[in-house]
């Protein structure tokens, strides 16, 4: 039964997501991705075009490449980088976004989008080869212990620093993330040395041992925020459930698998509504709903935590069975669509497709395909 699920879905992705996104939302003469499509798989102008999304687009390309070795894929990895780069990098950095006419909109430089230059240029210098890609991992990881990090730890939200902003984890879950695949491509100790500090941040500061919940809001010395310190997301301690199995791959911890456990027992508990699907978001003190919305990211993390979390395999196969026939029903459409917005009923609300958001069903489908082909029957 897990199998002609996921046989579905990979058809859905494949031939229908990442075929049309292909066809329709790359830009076939300057080779960069929209930052939103309509439903009708026309361009939705947004008045940016994020350094964010083309990274995205990026990861997503490189990786479907790697692991289908589709040519329709390999065309857009070298133009989409080449048009990063391009584009973005500017005076030693990369600038946040650009107008629609791609004209520079916003030059910060966004800790939560330089993760995804590491996580997009290591997997392109995978799928490709191209060492061009090398120094600008290094650039990246110097200016952000040169320029954005905090004394307190971690790294400040953007460049230029406004010390006064609230910190976040969020940034630096995807930094773990873009620093993991990073070594993974270049096996630089370098890399593991940061793996290394933002892991010890987590069990410092982001993680509450009181409530067993990953807090997502501080002060900037690593306090629970006063007004929105309470507000934590189901979806994310999937996602460090699974991040955190990648480390501990390269750095091996109990202390890192304990705290997955502790997260995805919080997160299966409180955080998955009893008629299907992960609330956007819940208190960490009551454990109480606060976003009974359900986007359709916090469900792929889910995917990716069961592929790694220590249950029975009996067990595995039915959360993932029930999860990707869950998404069938609620969130994928025809023509490699997908509902962005649940509310809190299932029903779907009407929302654009974003750019950023293929991202999270590629690797939530990818993770389960790849899980399945080694522990099932199941073949690509």
């Given at each position: 039964?897990?199998n002609?699920?996921?046989?579905?879905?990979?058809?859905?992705?494949?031939?229908?997501?990442?075929?049309?996104?292909?066809?329709?939302?790359?830009?076939?003469?300057?080779?960069?991705?929209?930052?939103?499509?309509?439903?009708?798989?026309?361009?939705?102008?947004?008045?940016?075009?994020?350094?964010?999304?083309?990274?995205?687009?990026?990861?997503?390309?490189?990786?479907?490449?790697?692991?289908?070795q589709?040519s329709?894929?390999?065309?857009k990895?070298?133009?989409?980088?080449?048009?990063?780069?391009?584009?973005?990098?500017?005076?030693?950095?990369?600038?946040?976004?650009?107008?629609?006419?791609?004209?520079?909109?916003?030059?910060q430089?966004?800790?939560?989008?330089?993760a995804?230059?590491?996580?997009?240029?290591?997997?392109?210098?995978?799928?490709?080869?191209?060492?061009?890609?090398?120094?600008?991992?290094?650039?990246?990881?110097?200016?952000?212990?040169?320029?954005?990090?905090?004394q307190?730890?971690?790294?400040?939200?953007?460049?230029?620093?406004?010390?006064?902003?609230?910190?976040?984890?969020?940034?630096?879950m995807?930094?773990?993330?873009?620093?993991?695949?990073?070594?993974?491509?270049?096996?630089?100790?370098?890399?593991?040395?940061?793996?290394?500090?933002?892991?010890?941040?987590?069990l410092?500061?982001?993680?509450?041992?009181?409530?067993?919940?990953?807090?997502?809001?501080?002060?900037?010395?690593?306090?629970?925020?006063?007004?929105?310190?309470?507000?934590?997301?189901?979806?994310?301690?999937?996602?460090?459930?699974?991040?955190?199995?990648?480390?501990?791959?390269?750095?091996?911890?109990?202390?890192?698998?304990?705290?997955?456990?502790?997260?995805?027992?919080?997160?299966?508990?409180?955080?998955?509504?009893?008629?299907?699907?992960?609330?956007?978001?819940?208190?960490?003190?009551?454990?109480?709903?606060?976003?009974?919305?359900?986007?359709?990211?916090?469900?792929?993390?889910?995917?990716?935590?069961?592929?790694v979390?220590?249950?029975g395999?009996?067990?595995?196969?039915?959360?993932?069975?029930?999860?990707?026939?869950?998404?069938?029903?609620?969130?994928?459409?025809?023509?490699?669509?997908?509902?962005?917005?649940?509310?809190?009923?299932?029903?779907?609300?009407?929302?654009?497709?974003?750019?950023?958001?293929?991202?999270?069903?590629?690797?939530?489908?990818?993770?389960?395909?790849?899980?399945?082909?080694?522990?099932?029957?199941?073949?690509?």
């Open positions: 039964m897990l002609s699920t996921l046989s579905s879905c990979q058809g859905f992705l494949f031939k229908q997501l990442l075929a049309n996104w292909s066809h329709y939302g790359i830009d076939a003469e300057q080779g960069f991705s929209y930052e939103s499509m309509n439903h009708d798989w026309t361009r939705n102008e947004v008045g940016r075009v994020r350094l964010l999304t083309q990274c995205r687009q990026l990861y997503t390309f490189s990786h479907a490449y790697q692991l289908t589709e329709d894929y390999q065309s990895l070298t133009p989409l980088f080449d048009f990063i780069v391009a584009k973005y990098f500017k005076d030693e950095r990369w600038i946040f976004s650009l107008n629609d006419d791609l004209s520079i909109k916003d030059t430089s966004d800790a939560y989008a330089l995804f230059v590491l996580l997009s240029f290591s997997h392109y210098f995978q799928a490709t080869g191209d060492d061009q890609a090398l120094p600008y991992m290094k650039l990246t990881h110097q200016f952000l212990e040169e320029k954005m990090q905090a307190s730890g971690g790294f400040y939200e953007a460049f230029p620093v406004d010390v006064t902003q609230v910190r976040r984890q969020n940034p630096h995807h930094l773990l993330e873009g620093y993991i695949a990073v070594f993974n491509a270049t096996q630089d100790d370098t890399y593991k040395q940061a793996i290394q500090s933002l892991l010890s941040l987590a410092e500061h982001f993680y509450d041992s009181k409530t067993k919940a990953l807090r997502e809001f501080f002060t900037s010395d690593w306090k629970a925020h006063p007004e929105i310190g309470n507000q934590v997301e189901p979806g994310h301690h999937f996602e460090w459930v699974w991040l955190l199995y990648q480390a501990n791959k390269i750095l091996p911890n109990t202390s890192y698998i304990e705290l997955a456990q502790h997260l995805w027992t919080t997160a299966i508990r409180h955080g998955m509504a009893d008629n299907g699907g992960i609330y956007n978001q819940i208190d960490a003190n009551s454990y109480q709903a606060l976003d009974k919305e359900k986007r359709i990211w916090p469900i792929t993390e889910y995917l990716k935590a069961v592929t979390i220590s249950i395999q009996e067990e595995k196969q039915h959360r993932l069975e029930s999860a990707l026939t869950f998404m069938q029903r609620h969130y994928f459409l025809d023509n490699g669509r997908w509902n962005e917005y649940l509310d809190e009923y299932n029903q779907a609300k009407n929302f654009p497709l974003p750019g950023t958001s293929s991202y999270h069903i590629f690797l939530g489908l990818a993770e389960v395909l790849t899980w399945a082909q080694t522990n099932t029957d199941f073949t690509l």
